[in-house]
């Protein structure tokens, strides 16, 4: 799948045409120096649209929030997010409503999470050195193979996988969730390290080469203490597609007491027979804080990252 | 530089060899590195790929050990068996339909707000945080959870509704709507192609800009005839990832649907019918088929845009 695409008439790109709207927003880049009213006039438009689309990004995850600190009969009654009817019963409720107290789940989740960040650190980080600083034979064959998997769609590989594991008698454990990790299988990691390695300055690793280090400890002594911020964001990254993944846990993990908060949280549709949504609610953001708090913690590192690498 | 534009770098340089060869004096030290990556590669890639292949020709039940019982060859009979199934079709299309509308709808929006919030606008990083939050909850149960209660008989959304005297239906369990509130999903997490997107326009050289202002060009000119073109490679970048993303959801659609695809299989997406098959009917052979189909289909979905970037893909170098 290669194109040779040089000589292109620019701007046929129809599907955006319609952004004439958005002209004016582009372009101006120069801080003007004075603003007609005409100008003033747009930038007001401008936020007050900004905020419609924030408020309506933003209003449902809201909703959830206030919703469990409803009683329940009121959650559907009143929908508003206006109230002073507040309780943390649901929160009392919804812990103890599944076959085990959430604080297995969480415990559960958080294994996970931190054993797959530790093998990407590990794995990805090798790798990545690898690629972005060695010479050797059949490294841009095996480049664009590493590559080409970040695209691969996991399906194709799902089902060896899984006997895999079955063979091996990993069912209902952590590890057919955390081993691949150790292995760099989630390979978007090593293109992130890549990219970050490669912009630092070579002069570095040529001095540390001049003064005799081997491979080894320019990686550990030089390469991984300036690649910080690229293992913050893997880490990062790795916590909350970890915390949020489904369908890993959903095949491998059968029995209770091995389900993460995604698996469990499940449940609450499964046994929605009475209506207590009130406690699936509280679960829900229960399930939700952490990614919140790593969101509020690493937001720079996360959109640095997301940047840099354009997202796999 | 994205992954697709590595490729495409690296396609090239196969093409022009013809240099000096590149001499490799660190051939035992990059493979000692490099090792982990690689039994990774050979146990869970490229072994899995080719056995996944040869499963796909036989018979094989989730519940007997390939190695004490072999799986029997049926040549091309679970492909068969799958083309010969509505479900299956039904399948198919529900995903397609997905795919094309949720995926331009989600860049266009992206692309749209990054125009606005581009050039030092007042509030940026407040804003970019409430754009860019639902990408990162958006793949989690919770959320799925959430949608189904906004999108219910008695949701947030038919709450709003009723203030204008609409009596909106339970979208969920509407064979009609329950896709699209998958989409609306989908698309509410058009924060990640917007950060993107910023990050795009932040690489368009000033001095463009400055250059045709001397020249007399209008905004939209310059919009038309600069931050276009030069954003071109990077829209093109977001919607083959995208479509080969979407193509595999599966979380949103299983949670919405309770695990069923229902209402009616309308939100029977391809991944979910492959894990129902597989898991549940446990016809691993047949899921296996269905995994190489999909496999050809995103690849011709990606072929498809590569050849269609000849005409509208501006690239600067």
Redesign the interface.
């Known amino acids: 799948m290669t194109t040779e695409t040089n000589n292109v008439a620019p701007a046929t790109a129809s599907a955006t045409a319609s952004a004439s709207d958005e002209v004016s927003a582009a372009a101006p880049r120069r801080s003007s120096a004075k603003r007609s009213p005409r100008d003033r006039w747009l930038s007001v438009g401008k936020h007050a649209g900004l905020i419609l689309v924030s408020i309506i990004m933003i209003y449902p995850l809201v909703w959830l929030v206030v919703s469990s600190l409803k009683p329940n009969e009121d959650i559907f009654r009143d929908l508003s997010i206006f109230t002073t009817n507040l309780t943390f019963e649901n929160y009392v409720n919804g812990w103890n409503d599944l076959s085990h107290p959430f604080s297995t789940f969480l415990l559960n989740s958080t294994i996970i999470s931190v054993a797959s960040i530790i093998g990407n650190l590990f794995a990805c980080s090798l790798a990545a050195y690898a690629f972005a600083r060695l010479k050797f034979a059949g490294r841009n064959l095996l480049f664009a193979i590493m590559l080409m998997t970040i695209m691969l769609p996991f399906q194709v590989t799902l089902i060896p996988q899984f006997t895999i594991f079955k063979e091996l008698g990993w069912l209902n454990t952590f590890l057919p969730l955390i081993v691949p990790k150790f292995l760099a299988v989630d390979a978007f990691f090593i293109f992130l390290m890549v990219q970050f390695i490669r912009a630092l300055p070579k002069e570095l690793f040529e001095a540390a080469r001049i003064d005799g280090a081997g491979q080894l400890r320019i990686f550990l002594q030089v390469t991984l203490p300036l690649m910080i911020p690229a293992l913050a964001t893997t880490a990062i990254f790795t916590f909350i597609w970890t915390w949020s993944d489904f369908f890993g846990p959903l095949i491998y993990l059968r029995l209770p007491e091995t389900f993460p908060v995604s698996v469990a949280l499940k449940g609450f549709i499964d046994v929605q027979s009475s209506s207590d949504f009130g406690s699936m609610f509280a679960m829900s953001v229960v399930s939700l804080l952490p990614l919140f708090i790593v969101f509020l913690i690493g937001q720079r590192y996360l959109i640095k990252g997301f940047a840099t690498t354009g997202m796999k | 530089?994205?992954?697709l534009?590595?490729?495409?770098t690296?396609?090239?340089?196969?093409r022009n060899r013809g240099g000096p060869r590149?001499?490799?004096?660190?051939?035992r030290?990059?493979?000692l590195?490099?090792?982990?990556?690689l039994?990774?590669?050979l146990?869970?890639?490229a072994?899995?790929?080719v056995?996944?292949l040869y499963?796909s020709f036989t018979d094989y039940n989730l519940l007997q050990?390939?190695?004490a019982n072999p799986p029997d060859w049926i040549g091309l009979g679970n492909y068969a068996a799958m083309f010969a199934d509505p479900d299956f079709w039904n399948s198919f299309e529900v995903t397609v339909i997905y795919v094309l509308v949720s995926v331009?709808l989600q860049l266009?929006l992206a692309?749209?707000?990054a125009?606005?919030?581009?050039?030092?606008?007042?509030?940026l990083t407040i804003?970019?945080?409430?754009?860019?939050?639902?990408s990162?909850?958006g793949?989690?149960?919770?959320?799925a959870?959430?949608?189904?209660?906004?999108f219910g008989k008695?949701?947030?959304l038919n709450?709003?509704l009723a203030w204008f005297g609409i009596d909106g239906p339970g979208w969920i369990g509407h064979p009609d709507y329950a896709l699209g509130t998958i989409m609306v999903l989908h698309i509410?997490t058009f924060g990640?192609p917007l950060?993107?997107f910023?990050?795009g326009?932040r690489q368009i050289p000033?001095l463009y800009?400055?250059a045709a202002?001397m020249d007399g060009a209008s905004?939209?000119r310059?919009?038309?005839?600069i931050?276009?073109?030069l954003l071109?490679p990077?829209?093109f970048?977001?919607l083959v990832?995208q479509i080969?993303f979407a193509?595999?959801n599966?979380?949103q659609a299983?949670?919405v649907s309770?695990?069923t695809g229902g209402p009616n299989d309308a939100t029977m997406l391809y991944?979910l019918f492959?894990?129902r098959v597989?898991?549940l009917e446990y016809d691993?052979g047949l899921?296996?088929a269905?995994?190489?189909f999909?496999?050809i289909v995103?690849?011709a979905f990606?072929?498809f845009n590569?050849?269609l970037?000849?005409?509208?893909?501006?690239?600067d170098d």
């Open positions: 530089m994205s992954s534009g590595e490729l495409r690296l396609a090239r340089g196969a590149e001499k490799h004096p660190d051939n030290a990059a493979y590195f490099l090792a982990p990556w039994i990774g590669l146990v869970f890639t072994g899995p790929m056995a996944s499963l050990s390939p190695i331009p266009v692309l749209l707000l125009l606005v919030l581009d050039k030092g606008l007042r509030g804003y970019r945080s409430i754009f860019y939050l639902p990162l909850l793949g989690s149960v919770a959320i959870i959430l949608w189904r209660q906004v008695d949701g947030l709450g709003f509410w990640s950060i993107i910023l990050a326009l000033e800009y400055e202002e905004k939209t310059r919009f038309f005839s931050t276009l073109p071109t990077i829209i970048f977001n990832l080969i193509f595999q599966f979380t299983y949670v309770g695990g991944t492959l894990y597989g898991f691993m899921a296996s269905m995994a190489w999909l496999v995103i690849g990606t072929a590569f050849w970037s000849k005409y509208w893909v501006f690239y």
